[in-house]
């Protein structure tokens, strides 16, 4: 059953702020091997994505935080061929996983996210830091 298509790619009401993450698997338990130990992935499965999600958040309370992997059956064949084949949505499996904020940065080595505003086309621009 397909509820509705969307694309990998971080979404807010809003997008004043937009950025990039990145990770490095943590070294005692990854994200993916916290899913297998909890029995969120089934066999065959493959983590495609993680999404973290927070808010709304008011007077400097954090809201909700809302974790999801988007998991892919192997048994429908190659990740690059569902990818490649066409430019139909690739089925994925979601699962809504259940830490707090802490534990899902925890579960990365190292963690970065850099967000910048979208209005001065920042992305993939270098910048250096002037000496004083």
Do not use: C
Request: aromatic share 10%; net charge negative.
């Amino acid at each position: 059953m397909v509820d509705f298509t969307q694309d990998f790619k971080a979404d807010t009401q809003y997008n004043d702020w937009k950025g990039t993450a990145a990770a490095d698997d943590g070294h005692d338990e990854s994200i993916e091997t916290y899913l297998k130990n909890k029995g969120l992935m089934k066999p065959g499965e493959i983590l495609l994505a993680i999404s973290l999600s927070v808010g709304e958040n008011f007077d400097r309370k954090l809201g909700d935080v809302s974790v999801r992997a988007f998991l892919f059956d192997q048994n429908q064949g190659s990740v690059q061929e569902a990818i490649t084949a066409s430019n139909e949505p690739i089925p994925i499996r979601k699962v809504e996983v259940e830490v707090t904020l802490e534990e899902f940065v925890a579960s990365f080595k190292r963690f970065e996210v850099i967000l910048t505003n979208p209005v001065h086309s920042l992305e993939n621009r270098q910048y250096f830091v002037r000496k004083r």
